[in-house]
């Protein structure tokens, strides 16, 4: 099932209002990790570009001052910027989750038809409001 789509019914809904809670308040989970996992993962992609800059930067560096070059630095030349996309992807994604929670949050209790108040109270949670 999507997220986007309602959810099938074989038959009437037997399940009652606490049932339908849980499940909206598990895609609501879902969703806030899908779209952290999507932005780190966009992030640490494009950490990769300036990883091989800064290896390749420092090695040059090192050959022009010393004639030799030490992988150990080189390796923290690649290190640090990756590690640095990777610090912005986490940032940038939570930013996004926290723009998004309550939309997020009124779409799902329209399609659990549940009270978007208990909802919008787990997502402060989940976002640190």
């Known amino acids: 099932m999507t997220d986007e789509a309602p959810p099938y019914r074989h038959m009437p809904d037997v399940l009652g209002e606490s049932e339908r809670e849980d499940e909206a308040t598990r895609a609501l989970g879902r969703w806030r990790e899908r779209t952290r996992t999507t932005w780190l993962a966009i992030f640490a992609v494009g950490g990769l570009v300036p990883a ?3 290896y390749w930067g420092l090695t040059e560096l090192q050959f022009r001052m010393n004639d030799w070059a030490s992988l150990r630095i080189s390796v923290l030349g690649a290190v640090l910027p990756f590690i640095g996309c990777l610090f912005a992807g986490r940032f940038i994604g939570n930013r996004v989750v926290r723009a998004r ?20 109270e787990t997502a402060r949670l989940l976002v640190g409001i």
């Not at 779409?107 to 978007?116: D, F, N, T």
Request: net charge neutral.
């Open 101 to 120: 929670m309550m939309g997020q949050v009124d779409r799902l209790a329209r399609l659990y038809e549940i009270p978007a108040e208990r909802l919008a």
């Open 52 to 54: 091989g800059i800064g």
